[in-house]
């Protein structure tokens, strides 16, 4: 009988310390997977209807193992993309973050509102404009699109798509010395002198 009651009690206190440091291990885990950029972009004090459904994707290294670690959200906004973008700039200043005037903001000419924003260690491009009504071709063929009443297809492509991109700074191309246009180091004038006669030809660059 005490033989049974000491496995018993030893057995209790194996499931403590296992529950114990499982507990733990299991927030210690969470943590580690878990980018704490996608909690800052968490944070931000955007309205109910500028995030209705939000998608997160990752890339790269945390620790820049080859490639630096690079943070997408992908948010469906209700209204339109000028109330979006306004709602998400004032969030963003809110919270720390300072817009960034660069060059290649954006890299490629972008439909709608593009905007760069600079927090401490990170780099943060925002691109809201309106969502993609019209289905992806497949297969090479252009989609077949329905056509129903207008009412209801103006409703369904209503609102707004919203992009964020999240870089460490240190591996954001833009925030390095940009190269330089001058005609010594560049061997082209980008900016080239006219002679005095508006009609005559252009000064040739020096080579």
Do not use: H
Request: proline share 11%.
């Amino acid at each position: 009988m005490r033989e049974r009651r000491r496995l018993r009690m030893g057995v209790l206190a194996l499931v403590s310390i296992v529950l114990l440091g499982a507990v733990p291990l299991f927030f210690g885990l969470r943590t580690l997977s878990r980018d704490p950029a996608f909690d800052t972009l968490d944070q931000l004090d955007v309205p109910s209807w500028a995030a209705v459904e939000t998608v997160d994707d990752v890339s790269g290294s945390r620790w820049c193992l080859l490639d630096c670690r690079l943070r997408e959200r992908t948010v469906e906004s209700e209204k339109s993309p000028e109330e979006t973008a306004q709602a998400y700039e004032a969030a963003l200043a809110k919270d720390g973050w300072q817009p960034w005037k660069v060059t290649r903001c954006p890299e490629q000419p972008a439909k709608g509102s593009y905007t760069c924003w600079r927090r401490d260690e990170l780099t943060l491009d925002l691109w809201v404009r309106e969502p993609t009504c019209v289905p992806p071709p497949v297969d090479g063929e252009p989609a077949v699109v329905p056509s129903p009443d207008p009412s209801a297809a103006a409703e369904e492509c209503a609102g707004s798509l919203v992009s964020m991109k999240v870089r460490n700074a240190i591996d954001d191309d833009r925030t390095r010395p940009q190269p330089s246009t001058d005609p010594s180091l560049t061997g082209e004038d980008p900016f080239p002198t006219l002679s005095e006669d508006p009609l005559g030809e252009l000064t040739p660059s020096p080579s």
